[in-house]
Nanobody, 126 residues
Framework: QVQLVESGGGLEQAGGSLTLSCAAS????????MGWFRQAPGKRREFVAV????????WFAASVKGRFTMSRDNAKNTVALQMNSLKPEDTAVYYC???????????????????WGQGTQVTVSS
């Protein structure tokens, strides 16, 4: 049974930082592209960031580029999203997801992802 478990969300002031983590189990982690998505109330789920299978390639949404970084540790089956210079518009539930793709691939398409975590709430106050 595949499980993705996010942690690290919470309440932060604008300009602050948070680090989200996602722990994976039940899958061959290094064979999966890992992505972060978010969903604010009343809005569609949107792409945030993605990292390729061994971490060579990353891709960020324009709204977070330069503020967020992403990393993975294939030995520990974990992926992290470092969020800096947080803005109130970053408030959302953040989800990690796994997509079975080629070694250098990255994707922002939600339909490419087979497995999803339960989400962690991030709230940024102004």
């Amino acid at each position: 049974q595949v499980q993705l478990v996010e942690s690290g969300g919470g309440l932060e002031q604008a300009g602050g930082s948070l680090t989200l983590s996602c722990a994976a189990s039940g899958l061959t982690f290094s064979r999966y592209v890992m992505g972060w998505f978010r969903q604010a109330p009343g809005k569609r789920r949107e792409f945030v960031a993605v990292i390729s299978r061994i971490g060579i390639n990353t891709w960020f949404a324009a709204s977070v580029k330069g503020r967020f970084t992403m990393s993975r540790d294939n030995a520990k089956n974990t992926v992290a999203l470092q969020m800096n210079s947080l803005k109130p518009e970053d408030t959302a539930v953040y989800y990690c997801a796994a997509a079975p793709m080629g070694p250098l691939a990255v994707t922002a398409d939600v339909d490419d992802y087979d497995y999803w975590g339960q989400g962690t709430q991030v709230t940024v106050s102004s």
